[in-house]
């Protein structure tokens, strides 16, 4: 079976700081997404990385792809309070994503 | 714009009482999702179609089904809702040409069981 753990599972920041979001597997994924949900809405792709060792940045967030494709981490730099919401990574998975157990972050003004 | 449509937003049943949740999507793409998402979980994938072909997940219960009559429509049927049934229900879509882009998702159906 295969699995995504996400920590931390809870994250309350003040505006301004730093974080960083873990997503690990025992399994080999071919490409790995990462989702922000907000409350009462669908998740939204944020972007996918596909290359052991990739990095990608999207203004303020930096994704990393582990070289082995297994794991990967998001970092936000100077948080806002829009940045609020349910992160999920999701690896694919022939047809399905297998989501992480998500981590939900609450970034204080 | 193309999107993923979900009605109702909010549904609320009572016990036993079978309701039907639809999805449509004006993307054109081959498949399509369900997922049930309980309060700060993950979304946990019910079954999907790619095209007409069915996929059920090896854990999703009998009282949930659903039905594709086109590319365009989904609908999930829960047959006799119970109280652990109530939960977001999200529909997504993907098309397997469009590798990288991941799934698109609809805003979800609330659902209340009294």
């Known amino acids: 079976t295969q699995l995504l753990e996400q920590s931390p599972q809870f994250l309350s920041i003040q505006e301004g700081e730093n974080l960083t979001v873990y997503c690990n597997s025992s399994?080999?994924?071919?490409?790995l997404q990462w989702y922000r949900q907000e409350p009462g809405e669908g998740p939204v792709l944020l972007v996918t990385?596909?290359?052991?060792?990739e990095v990608k940045k999207l203004k303020r967030l930096t994704f990393q792809f582990g070289d082995a494709r297994k794991d990967s981490s998001l970092h936000i730099t100077a948080a806002q309070p829009g940045d609020t919401g349910l992160y999920l990574c999701a690896g694919d998975s022939t047809d399905k994503l297998i989501f992480g157990t998500g981590t939900r972050l609450q970034v204080f003004p | 714009d193309a999107m993923v449509i979900q009605n109702p937003r909010y549904q609320v049943t009572q016990f036993g009482k079978p309701v039907t949740l639809s999805c449509s999507q004006t993307l054109n793409h081959n498949v399509m999702y369900w997922y049930q998402q309980k309060s700060s979980q993950a979304p946990k994938l019910l079954f999907h179609y790619y095209d007409k072909d069915f996929n059920n997940e090896a854990d999703t219960p009998d009282n949930f089904q659903s039905r594709r009559p086109n590319t365009s429509f989904c609908f999930l049927d829960i047959r006799s809702p119970g109280l652990g049934d109530a939960a977001m229900y999200l529909c997504?879509?993907?098309?397997?040409?469009?590798?990288?882009?991941?799934?698109?998702f609809g805003p979800g159906t609330r659902l209340t069981v009294l």
């Open positions: 399994s080999v994924f071919s490409s």
């Open positions: 997504a879509t993907s098309s397997p040409g469009l590798a990288g882009v991941g799934q698109f």
């Open positions: 990385v596909v290359t052991g060792g």
